[in-house]
């Protein structure tokens, strides 16, 4: 790990273009700057300026160096900038979309907590609009759930995807027969958007297995029930995506949004709703 120090210093010859230039600049002399320099080479084990002109001259290890250099200290000054503040405490009431807890929930709380120890989560977990409906009677704090993408939603927008089938790699889907779905229970907006696209289409349906929560509908699809639809980039690693076999409809996109209760602590809200959309989604599935 190379000093930070000796990387400032290192800069300053970059920026001032001279040992006397950067001296002036951080504040020391000439032999001083000349001998960090050389120790920060003895470290890196290349040589990083030409010392053979009156002009200091980078050679493309210092070059190099000086874009490392830059993102290293800029990552010293945020850290010593965040570890300064007060660690944020408190109680937290958060609810989250079911299909998000198996998928980008877990990694999300891992990094939340890393960051912030001192706040006690109290989790709920389920339906997109039964946790909205808990946020108004101010039973949470905060909720991330789905919305249509056409409606014109609170709060902060953290991802626009879209919903796709999805299936078992066996599953079949017969072209004259009417389309196998496993659907939670209504009202529910997965399901409102499946048998529109499916009317839309003139395509027969019928539900083969109803819901109550993501792991069921999991289960009844990946025992070759019938199909469902998911977010794109929330495919679980063993479904596929199914629209193209089965020529089945397109469907509408989701927005996945962050809504706060305005009574709650602001701090711990801060702090969870950061660390969500800091924690980009990861890459969706194929396309099969």
Request: aromatic content about 6%; some cysteine; hydrophobic content about 45%.
């Amino acid at each position: 790990m190379y000093d930070p120090v000796l990387l400032r210093t290192f800069l300053g010859v970059v920026d001032a273009g001279s040992f006397t230039g950067a001296g002036q600049r951080l504040g020391l002399s000439q032999p001083t700057v000349s001998q960090q320099i050389k120790k920060l080479e003895t470290a890196v084990g290349r040589a990083l300026v030409l010392r053979d002109t009156r002009e200091v001259r980078l050679t493309d290890a210092g070059d190099a160096l000086a874009g490392f250099a830059r993102s290293i200290l800029a990552a010293h000054a945020a850290a010593e900038a965040y570890f300064a503040g007060p660690a944020a405490r408190g109680r937290l009431r958060f609810g989250a979309a079911d299909d998000l807890a198996i998928t980008q929930l877990p990694r999300i709380l891992r990094h939340f907590r890393q960051q912030n120890p001192q706040i006690t989560l109290e989790l709920t977990v389920g339906q997109s609009g039964p946790l909205v409906r808990r946020l108004a009677a101010g039973q949470l704090d905060l909720v991330f759930v789905k919305e249509p993408a056409e409606a014109l939603g609170e709060g902060s927008l953290v991802l626009r995807d879209r919903f796709v089938w999805v299936g078992q790699e066996t599953t079949a889907v017969e072209e004259d027969q009417p389309v196998p779905l496993v659907m939670y229970r209504a009202p529910s907006l997965s399901r409102a958007m499946a048998i529109e696209a499916l009317e839309r289409q003139g395509r027969k349906w019928r539900i083969v297995c109803t819901v109550r929560d993501v792991g069921a509908l999991l289960a009844a699809v990946r025992a070759g029930l019938g199909v469902s639809v998911f977010p794109h980039s929330l495919i679980p690693g063993d479904l596929s995506k199914v629209t193209n076999r089965f020529s089945l409809p397109d469907l509408a996109e989701v927005d996945f949004r962050l809504l706060a209760n305005p009574a709650a602590p602001r701090e711990p809200i801060a702090a969870l709703s950061a660390a969500i959309q800091a924690q980009t989604f990861g890459p969706a599935e194929p396309s099969r």
